[in-house]
């Protein structure tokens, strides 16, 4: 959860490995190849985790059914686009990125998936000032638990703020006009 990001899980994603109100990242490495001016081609792997608060958050809106999420994720997109994107302000978007996560219910692990299609909005000084995760298809648990996850995750404050954050550390590295 995180991803990277302007990007959502470029957001969300593309942080230094510490500790944001929402997620953990986990085996990142979307910032190193984002910052990378020569890298036009942006494919890395990424994961997060959900920090305490938001897990005690998504088990009280899952009535107990999930106590945790641990997610990776591969994460395309080319440079050129997020950068056109970017100076032609507003949002933000990168396609669907397929996500792979452990859901803890029962104390037992459950595969899912799901796909991201971030959306990060940024305002006229060039900030990133919301974020939207864009989750939808997220397969491998019944309904309606589906979609009670899928609408916990895409409504978090906590889970926005970090892609917001995640988002205003990588545009100062972005090539101006």
């Known amino acids: 959860m995180k991803l990277s990001v302007l990007f959502i899980i ?3 994603l593309a ?5 944001r109100a929402g997620v953990v990242l986990e085996g990142d490495a979307c910032r190193q190849v984002f910052d990378n ?3 036009e081609q942006i494919a890395c792997q990424t994961g997060f985790r959900l920090d305490p608060v938001t897990r005690s958050r998504l088990e009280s809106n899952s009535f107990g059914f999930v106590s945790d999420l641990a997610c ?7 440079r050129s686009e997020v950068v056109a994107r970017l100076h ?11 996500v792979r996560c452990n859901l803890v219910s029962g104390g037992d692990p459950v595969p899912v998936r799901f796909h991201l299609a971030p ?3 940024i305002d006229a000084s060039g900030r990133a000032v919301d974020a939207r995760l864009g989750i939808r298809d997220l397969t491998g648990i019944p309904e309606p638990l589906a979609t009670a996850v ?3 995750l895409n409504s978090d404050p906590g889970l926005r ?4 954050s995640a988002a205003n550390e990588i545009l100062p590295n972005l090539p101006r006009k």
């Open 150 to 152: 899928a609408e916990f």
């Open 119 to 121: 959306v990060v909005r």
């Open 37 to 39: 001016p020569k890298a």
């Open 10 to 12: 470029l957001c969300c």
């Open 88 to 98: 032609a302000k507003g949002d933000v978007a990168l396609p669907p990125q397929e």
């Open 15 to 19: 942080l230094p490995a510490l500790s």
């Open 161 to 164: 703020r970090s892609i917001v």
């Open 72 to 78: 990776s994720a591969v994460i395309t997109a080319k």
